[in-house]
C-alpha cells in the first residue's frame, strides 16, 4: 500500500555536505510528522529529527543541533535532511519513518519505514 524510499546517501569528505530525501508513494492519502532516525553498526537506532505535517514544530538530537536542517514537500510527498559539516561520528545508515494514512482508510495513520541509505564520512 505505501513505500517510503531514501536517496542521497554516499561517501563524504569531513566536513562536507549531503542531503537526503525520502519519497513516500503507493495509496497515500495524507502524512502527518516524518522523523529521520540513524543506526552506526552495533549501535541502536537513534532518534535524529522530527518536523509535523505543518513543518511548525521540529526537534533534532543534540549531537546534530546547527549542523543539520529538517524539511518537507508535501506536494511532492518528499522529507528531506540536510546534512552539513558532517562528522566521522555521523556514519550510519539514515532512515525514513513516517505517519501515513491510506486513501483506502483515510482515518487511521499507520507508522512507515524506509530501507535505509548509507552516509559514510570519512577522509
Known amino acids: 500500500q505505501v513505500q517510503l524510499v531514501e536517496s542521497g546517501g554516499g561517501l563524504v569528505q569531513p566536513g562536507g555536505s549531503l542531503r537526503l530525501a525520502c519519497v513516500a508513494s503507493?495509496?497515500?492519502?495524507?502524512?502527518?510528522?516524518m522523523r529521520w532516525y540513524r543506526q552506526a553498526p552495533g549501535e541502536q537506532r537513534e532518534l535524529v529529527a522530527i518536523?509535523?505535517?505543518?513543518?511548525?514544530?521540529?526537534y533534532y538530537v543534540d549531537s546534530v543541533k546547527g549542523r543539520f536542517t529538517i524539511s518537507r514537500d508535501n506536494a511532492k510527498r518528499t522529507g528531506y535532511l540536510q546534512m552539513n559539516s558532517l562528522k566521522p561520528e555521523d556514519t550510519a545508515v539514515y532512515y525514513c519513518?513516517?505517519?501515513?494514512?491510506?486513501?483506502?482508510?483515510?482515518?487511521?495513520?499507520?507508522?512507515?519505514w524506509g530501507q535505509g541509505t548509507q552516509v559514510t564520512v570519512s577522509s
Open positions: 519513518n513516517a505517519d501515513v494514512a491510506t486513501s483506502s482508510n483515510p482515518l487511521v495513520a499507520t507508522q512507515y
Open positions: 503507493g495509496s497515500v492519502f495524507g502524512i502527518n510528522s
Open positions: 518536523i509535523t505535517r505543518g513543518g511548525i514544530t521540529n
